[in-house]
């Protein structure tokens, strides 16, 4: 039986990450999370994925925008230089809804770009885009 | 420094140059356009040899500019007391000398350096003086009352010329620091936006989260405090990002093109039903023409006057939606009608108003900011808007888009 997919959730926001966790579970949806809380190490464990054999690539990366030590564009901009960081699936995750925001993660190559929910019943929708990008990869 | 000696102009041609001077004055904006203007003027008007522009520097005069047949005494400053630009603006009057080296009031030393043997010393508005215009001849010369009376129009025109340089140079820094607190506050406006979004969302996802916690074992009466915390933090954040699109629209435009309006209510119909979390209602368009609009303003015009019909649809009957756009000559007239509870006349102007709200808070949620939008992009279009309406017989909202053409050329 192959293992659960693989989400790493890039985010300094404990809150949110419970909410994630809970409605995932309640979802009943088969992934291990593992979360980075800054940019900076986000992006080198990535890039250490991608150099190491075999590689190792999340199944999908929820990152944040606003995020310590590195924002979240920038993780973006430089895993999409790194060699096979292309074909790492992104989607931002974020509290921001600015058309500016969007265009420019868009811009980096992302599997798409989601507000935060601002209200609990946002949330098991949010799950079930969750599950088909996961289910669209495989 | 150029020319050579020029005979006077006669009096009508005089008049006439002073009044193309005058022009040319009340154009300047910088001090050098007066200056430019005014040393040229001063010689020409009554045929001298040279003339000066001199400026009061506290207890100097400033020798600012010339126009002569050989150097004078540009760039150089003089005490006022030992200068005969300086007699001329304490005493208030213009000075006539045919022969310098006889008059006690001309430092002689300086004028022995030049050509000058006989000169006119103007004071500019002599009441309190900016400054002077002198002209001077390289032969014995008695400088006549007609121009006398030339130069003493030409620096009262010099005078208003240099009190308008100076507002105008007060104008330009008040705009720039204008824009500048503008800018900062538009900055400061998008952080408080953003950084308070964050917070927000974390008491009102948190606040739900124990409030649907059967086993939490909160008392009836704290589950309802929970629940007004809830409602308190989401119209805080329906306040913060209404407050951040009004600013938004302050500054973001996108620029005119002709548009197939069907497409443009499509949108902002499905934007506005998503954000009321119902279906698509269905809407009457007619057959609309095609307009040059900015579009993403017009898509957030509709969108906001759909939603409004949307959360203030009657309780007891389907939501019936209609848009039509007629031409009316030099601008389009839009009218998105509905069928909703209605806005008592009392209202009629202040919906468009930044803040106002008009039903209960507990009925329905929203920050009031919606039309306030609108009608800031509307205005910022050249337009207006308006409605009519009466309480329980829903509402007609108008609004005119002034007939523009693209500024891009557009296939399609």
């Known amino acids: 039986m192959p293992a659960d ?37 986000a992006l080198h464990d990535l890039l250490t994925g991608l150099g190491a054999s075999p590689r190792r690539v999340p199944d999908l990366v929820l990152l944040d925008l606003g995020l310590p030590r590195l924002p979240g564009l920038e993780v973006l901009r430089l895993l999409r230089q790194a060699r096979g960081g292309d074909g790492v699936p992104v989607v931002v995750l974020s509290t921001s809804a600015r058309d500016e925001d969007q265009q420019r993660a868009r811009a980096l190559g992302i599997l798409d770009y989601w507000t935060k929910p601002r209200d609990l019943e946002e949330y098991p929708l949010m799950i079930e885009r969750m599950a088909t990008k996961l289910a669209q990869r495989h | 420094m150029e020319g050579s000696t020029s005979s006077p102009p006669t009096p009508r041609a005089g008049i006439e140059r002073l009044l193309d001077v005058v022009q040319e004055l009340s154009a300047a904006k910088r001090l050098e356009d007066v200056q430019a203007i005014v040393r040229v003027a001063a010689r ?36 006022s007391s030992v ?74 025109t010099t005078a208003v010329a240099l009190e308008n340089v100076r507002l105008y140079g007060e104008l330009s820094a008040r705009l720039d620091q204008l824009q500048r607190v503008n800018d900062e506050l538009e900055r400061f406006t998008w952080v408080t936006f953003h950084d308070l979004q964050e917070p927000l969302r974390m008491i009102a996802t948190h606040s739900q989260l124990v409030n649907r916690d059967e086993h939490s074992g909160l008392s009836e009466r704290q589950n309802r405090s929970l629940r007004h915390v809830h409602e308190g933090v989401r119209r805080a954040q329906a306040l913060t990002r209404g407050f951040a699109e009004y600013v938004e629209v302050l500054s973001k435009r996108t620029a005119p093109r002709e548009v197939d309006l069907r497409p443009v209510v499509c949108s902002a119909l499905e934007q506005a039903a998503a954000q009321q979390g119902v279906p698509i209602p269905t809407i009457e368009l007619g057959d609309p023409p095609r307009v040059v609009v900015d579009p993403l303003g017009l898509v957030r015009v509709l969108g906001h006057l759909f939603a409004n019909a949307i959360k203030f649809r009657h309780p007891e009957r389907p939501l019936e939606l209609a ?56 205005e910022g279009w050249g337009g207006a808007i308006g409605v009519r309406s009466e309480p329980g017989a829903g509402s007609e909202f108008h609004f005119t888009v002034p007939k523009l053409t693209a500024e891009a050329p557009h296939a399609g």
């Open chain 2, 44 to 79: 020409a008007l009554v045929g001298a040899d040279g003339a000066t522009f001199v400026l009061r520097d506290h207890d100097y005069c400033y020798y600012v500019d010339e126009d002569a047949i050989g150097p004078l005494w540009k760039g150089r400053r003089f005490p």
């Open chain 2, 323 to 378: 848009v039509s756009v007629t031409d009316g000559g030099a601008r389009w007239h839009f009218t998105v009608r509905d069928n909703g509870i209605g806005i008592d006349a009392t209202y009629h102007r202040r919906i468009f108003a930044f803040f106002e709200r008009l039903h209960p808070q507990d009925e329905f949620v929203g920050a009031g900011l919606g039309l306030a939008v609108c009608r800031k992009i509307i």
């Open chain 1, 5 to 41: 997919p693989e989400i790493l959730v890039v985010d300094d926001n404990q809150a949110d990450l419970d909410l994630l966790l809970l409605f995932a579970a309640e979802a009943g949806l088969h992934v291990r999370f593992r979360n980075i809380s800054n940019g900076a190490d």
């Open chain 2, 83 to 156: 200068c005969i630009a300086g007699w001329a603006m304490e005493h208030q009057q213009a000075v006539v000398i045919d022969d310098v080296f006889a008059d006690p009031r001309i430092p002689q030393s300086v004028y022995r350096e030049t050509f000058v043997k006989s000169m006119t010393m103007t004071p500019i508005r002599p009441a309190s003086a900016l400054g002077a215009i002198g002209t001077y001849w390289a032969t014995p010369h008695r400088a006549s009352q007609s121009d006398l009376r030339l130069l003493a129009a030409l620096a009262n």
